[in-house]
Nanobody, 120 residues
Framework: QVHLVESGGGSVQAGDSLTLSCVASKRAFNALAWFRQAPGKDREIVARIRWNPGIVDYADSVRGRFTISRDNAENTMYLQMNNLKPEDTAVYYC???WGYGLGVPDVDYWGQGTQVTVSS
């Protein structure tokens, strides 16, 4: 089992930036991803990084504003979120995968989530 711990959420104003972090307990995955779930909505993928060689994917809604990255030595993933919008408000979840699908069923383990709230 992989334990994933997120940190870095908070409440910000539109246009501000936040950086989320996710630490994995061990290297037992091929990819880590960020998902988010807003109230009343389905959980959706935000960004995903294949650990080696670092190939990234983004949802259209965040491409150009969010950047996913990793620290190989620390088994840590980051999500730099710039120009945040109220519609980015959600609980953000870290997820680990052996496979490379981009949907919720493709996730093997989830973190506990961290709240991001963006006010206008």
């Amino acid at each position: 089992q992989v334990h994933l711990v997120e940190s870095g959420g908070g409440s910000v104003q539109a246009g501000d930036s936040l950086t989320l972090s996710c630490v994995a307990s061990k290297r037992a995955f091929n990819a880590l991803a960020w998902f988010r779930q807003a109230p009343g909505k389905d959980r959706e993928i935000v960004a995903r990084i294949r650990w080696n060689p670092g190939i990234v994917d983004y949802a259209d809604s965040v491409r150009g504003r969010f950047t996913i990255s990793r620290d190989n030595a620390e088994n840590t993933m980051y999500l730099q979120m710039n120009n945040l919008k109220p519609e980015d408000t959600a609980v953000y979840y870290c997820a680990s995968q052996w496979g490379y699908g981009l949907g919720v069923p493709d996730v093997d383990y989830w973190g506990q989530g961290t709240q991001v709230t963006v006010s206008s």
